[in-house]
């Protein structure tokens, strides 16, 4: 029963019968029409075989040997199994070769062969109606109805694919083409630990299969192919909310022409444009930080807000330290900037002749750690403008014999100094100080000293403990 679809024959729907009575020595038979493959011809309610008729043309049957008078020859025509608007009630099961129409299910449905091009299964119309309706009348609330794509298989690996849905369409060149799909395939087949992998893709550019959403059992990932594609969130009343420029590697908020790596841009001068919120709890573990880290480097740096007994302060810190403070009152603190006090820590009597260089031996503070009390040097750390200031004590000035005093500042690029002559005061004069401060530039890693220039030797001549070396950096 060549091309025979169903295990019992169904008269309204299958087969056509015929019946001819024949005369004598008849062979040949004129039906109403048959498709070359599936009819069944009995004489005298006798199947014959194959090898005992013809039937090639469509129409006619010609036996291969001619009937005797009065035989009954029953011919019976299938045709291929197609339902026009047709409802199945119960649970179904057919092997399809081709449908047409539309299929209404009250229950379950199942279709081994499926409704793809490839496998010989199409539904097809000849205008935009559905082709295919999936209905459920269920009124309780579960799911329903429900496509299921399952892909029974006896060895499921990772990669299997799950299942494909194909968008096709025709181009300019008249050329079948796959515009969009969305697939699924498995990513992990563990017992327990089963992940699976989900992506949308269209055609861009010509590229049929790109990747615009992915999902995974880690990530969700747009535009996993790195096109020239942008990405645009729109709000309410804002086209380019958020927006991602695929082709400069820039993020806008608000602007669909970021000029750097992120920017954001408030709709007018009165927006606040960036927020950070901390803890609700008060003190100062209710932080709002901002973190900048340079990119492979191991610095770090952190504006920080910090909630203190409802007073807000401002920091900002560099490589974990506090450098900056402002606090509620407006105060501005910095921790780390460069500055230093340091005294005499005991009298250097007799002054030599010429050159002295005072040593300042007792740091009072030195912020940064940049003055050296073993040598009374200070090495400025960066480059800037520094303030260093000086205030010597002298004792035991002679009125005549040591020529003009000069107190020093001795930077690396530049040495100023004071002069002082005793000859101008009285001869009974044992003591005077010396000021003076200047702002220099200095490099970093530049040094500066202090100085005390006597033109003749003294015997006498002292700097006594309140005598002053201090600087810091003003820019």
């Not at 179904?92 to 081709?98: E, H």
Request: proline residues 3%; contains cysteine; hydrophobic residues 40%.
């Amino acid at each position: 029963m060549a091309g025979y679809l169903g295990a019992i024959p169904v008269p309204q729907a299958t087969q056509h019968r015929e019946s001819f009575t024949a005369t004598s020595g008849q062979t040949t038979f004129n039906t109403a029409g048959y498709t070359v493959g599936f009819l069944d011809v009995y004489l005298n309610g006798v199947h014959q075989s194959p090898a005992d008729f013809t039937a090639t043309n469509g129409s006619d049957v010609v036996l291969a040997s001619g009937a005797s008078a009065d035989d009954v020859c029953d011919i019976i025509s299938y045709t291929a199994f197609e339902v026009a608007d047709q409802t199945f009630t119960g649970t179904t099961t057919m092997d399809v070769a081709a449908i047409t129409g539309v299929l209404t299910t009250t229950a379950a449905t199942v279709f081994n062969g499926g409704f793809a091009a490839n496998n010989g299964s199409t539904i097809t119309t000849d205008d935009n109606t559905a082709q295919l309706a999936l209905i459920s009348t269920d009124a309780d609330a579960n799911n329903g109805p429900v496509l299921e794509l399952y892909r029974n298989s006896a060895s499921p690996a990772v990669s299997d694919a799950l299942g494909f849905i194909n968008f096709y369409g025709e181009n300019d060149a008249d050329e079948k083409t796959l515009y969009g799909q969305i697939r699924a395939s498995i990513k992990d087949a563990s017992d327990g630990t089963e992940d699976a992998r989900f992506i949308i893709q269209t055609a861009v550019g010509g590229t049929q299969e790109t990747s615009r959403v992915e999902m995974t059992g880690t990530e969700t990932v747009i535009n996993e192919d790195s096109k020239d594609l942008d990405f645009r969130v729109e709000s309410n009343d804002n086209a380019n909310m958020l927006f991602v420029d695929g082709g400069n590697d820039r993020v806008g908020i608000g602007t669909s022409s970021p000029s750097s790596t992120l920017e954001v841009k408030g709709a007018n001068n009165s927006d606040t444009i960036l927020t950070v919120t901390g803890g609700t709890t008060a003190g100062l573990g209710s932080n709002a930080k901002i973190k900048l880290v340079p990119d492979g480097t191991a610095g770090l740096g952190v504006i920080n807000v910090e909630g203190s007994d409802g007073s807000d302060v401002l920091a900002f810190q560099t490589n974990g330290s506090e450098a900056m403070r402002i606090d509620a009152t407006g105060a501005v603190t910095k921790p780390l900037q460069p500055a230093f006090l340091a005294q005499v820590a005991s009298a250097q009597t007799d002054l030599a002749s010429y050159t002295n260089v005072l040593i300042f031996g007792t740091e009072i503070f030195d912020q940064n750690a940049d003055f050296n009390p073993s040598n009374g040097i200070f090495t400025a750390p960066v480059t800037g403008k520094y303030m260093l200031s000086t205030f010597i004590g002298l004792d035991q000035i002679p009125a005549t014999g040591t020529g003009v005093l000069q107190l020093q500042i001795v930077a690396s690029n530049r040495t100023v100094y004071a002069a002082f002559d005793p000859i101008v005061f009285d001869a009974t004069s044992t003591k005077y100080t010396f000021t003076q401060s200047l702002l220099l530039d200095m490099d970093a890693s530049d040094t500066a000293k202090i100085q005390v220039y006597m033109p003749v030797s003294s015997s006498t001549v002292d700097i006594n403990t309140q005598s002053f070396f201090s600087g810091y950096l003003v820019a």
